[in-house]
């Protein structure tokens, strides 16, 4: 580092650089960019592939423009390739010389995203660019999700693909749609559509991790009469109180790290200012997708004038309390009360009470613990979404479970609560887990190939989150399955990003497996 500093503060003076820290910072970046990419031999152009993705607008159900872009790679190669209904895609690629009587092998990834933004962008995800930043080792967008998660798997494969270099067996390649939203592209999927003995889902997110088995999971959806009325005599002040600043992330993943639902919390203020202030709710809203941790949620409320200076004292003693109970998972929650203009409708008193008893009780979080599993979420659920539709508040639930039995417990639990209530709730999107088949031919050649080429040990684990790999189990009995990918961090935050030299290693180690398969 010495003789880099050396080096730079020398280029400086030679080139008559104004000398401050910015340049010289600036400098440093510059070179340690150039470093990493030199590093990046056999993926650069899974890179290159990535990027040109990252132009093509690919949110859950808006996958056609990605699809096409599928279809037109395949065709201009020359190979055999199929377009569903759903936009899935299929490749069918001939078996190298010399490799035509090894097993068939499928390579699987979803080619949607989950579209999160920090709430400050401007970010347009039906037609702007997804920016591709590389910091250090790492690639990350301009405050948005990046889609790595899935589209760096997608990459790989467009990039295996047109490599005639590659030995491999009789090869398809299964683009799915809309994983993020419920797995419809799986869904989708018949019998005798796609073949082959192994398939390799590159849908990981931890390098040198192996999955074997997922969760399987579902939605309720609680729909609560959105009833008004005209704001009360006397009630003549607004203010908009938002929860916000919270990690979010994956509703799956990272469950377990117990991080604050913003939609309860706010709920739970609301509850205690109810009890001490007379408030007219008029809105309520938060959360964005079904399977990505509320980071915010607001609410505009109608209060009496003489009230706002104790109720805004209130929630910022509140604030403080919230913090003591996240502030290790969530150091930067944040309670933000602003002056408003007077509401003209509010809530009707039923639609209020059932709406903040309704969250307010609701399980969220970690349900259960695998009892055979170390450190591996059962059962779990994501208070998601709270929002104002035509005539209804609706309140979206995701539940996961590995266990088939406490995922209909927790099912009937939320629709039983509604019920109580008097508000009506519907389960929808049930997808399958995937059980661990113990001893595969192909987690055994998998395993081996990868402790024969890195250091560091193959980690093989079931996760709490839905892969695509439950379902297609369905249509695909007698398929052995593996999933394996590069590290992902933050996937469906504006944080999210890939680690790039794991981008090299896992797509060399894909490579390698490829050609090694029996």
């Not at 910072?25 to 510059?30: D, K, L, R, V």
């Not at 405050?143 to 760096?152: F, I, P, V």
Request: glycine share 8%.
């Amino acid at each position: 580092m010495l003789l880099l500093v050396l080096q730079i503060q020398i280029l400086i003076k030679t080139l008559s650089i104004p000398y401050n820290q910015s340049t010289y910072i600036s400098i440093i970046y510059m070179r340690m960019k150039g470093t990493i990419m030199e590093s990046i031999v056999q993926a650069k152009r899974v890179l290159e592939i990535f990027k040109e993705m990252s132009q093509i607008p690919r949110e859950s159900g808006n996958e056609k423009g990605i699809s096409d872009y599928i279809v037109n790679f395949a065709k201009n190669l020359g190979l055999e390739v199929h377009q569903d209904d759903q936009f899935n895609v299929v490749i069918k690629k001939p078996a190298s010389p010399g490799y035509e009587n090894r097993p068939s092998i499928i390579l699987q990834g979803h080619i949607d995203m989950v579209c999160v933004r920090d709430h400050d962008s401007n970010h347009d995800f039906s037609k702007d660019p997804i920016a591709n930043i590389i910091e250090g080792e790492w690639m990350h967008a301009d405050h948005t999700t990046l889609g790595a998660d899935n589209g760096m798997g997608g990459a790989m494969m467009l990039a295996i693909l047109e490599d005639d270099s590659q030995q491999h067996g009789p090869m398809q390649l299964l683009f799915t749609t809309n994983e993020e939203t419920g797995m419809d592209g799986a869904f989708a999927i018949k019998e005798g559509q796609v073949s082959g003995d192994y398939l390799l889902n590159l849908d990981t997110e931890v390098e040198h991790d192996f999955t074997v088995s997922c969760a399987g999971g579902c939605h309720v959806h609680v729909n609560i009469p959105l009833l008004r009325e005209n704001n009360q005599p006397g009630y003549d002040a607004g203010l908009s109180f938002t929860v916000t600043g919270l990690k979010g992330g994956h509703s799956g993943i990272e469950i377990n790290e117990q991080r604050a639902n913003a939609n309860q919390v706010l709920t739970r203020v609301l509850y205690d200012i109810q009890q001490q202030y007379p408030v007219c709710l008029a809105s309520f809203e938060g959360g964005v997708k079904h399977n990505a941790i509320p980071s915010k949620a607001v609410a505009v409320l109608s209060v009496r004038a003489e009230d706002v200076a104790a109720i805004k004292t209130l929630i910022g003693y509140q604030e403080k309390q919230y913090l003591h109970e996240y502030g290790i998972q969530d150091p930067g929650l944040k309670f933000v009360v602003e002056d408003v203009a007077t509401p003209d409708v509010v809530y009707a008193d039923d639609t209020t009470e059932a709406l903040i008893t309704y969250i307010y009780l609701a399980q969220d979080g970690v349900h259960s613990v695998s009892k055979s599993i170390p450190n591996l979420v059962e059962t779990s659920n994501n208070i998601a979404i709270v929002r104002e539709n035509e005539h209804t508040i609706e309140v979206l639930i995701s539940i996961r479970s590995s266990n088939s039995n406490s995922l209909e417990f927790l099912a009937k639990k939320m629709i039983l609560l509604a019920k109580t209530l008097g508000v009506s709730a519907e389960r929808t999107g049930g997808y399958p887990a995937w059980e661990y088949d113990k001893g595969s031919k192909l987690e055994e050649q998998a395993i081996s190939l990868h402790n024969e080429m890195f250091d560091t040990p193959a980690n093989v684990n079931a996760i709490h989150a839905g892969l695509e790999c439950g379902l297609l189990k369905g249509v695909l009995p007698n398929t052995q399955m593996i999933s394996f990918g590069p590290t992902i961090v933050s996937p469906h935050t504006p944080m999210e990003r890939v680690h790039l030299p794991s981008v090299e290693n896992v797509y060399v180690y894909l490579k390698a497996l490829l050609a090694k398969l029996q």
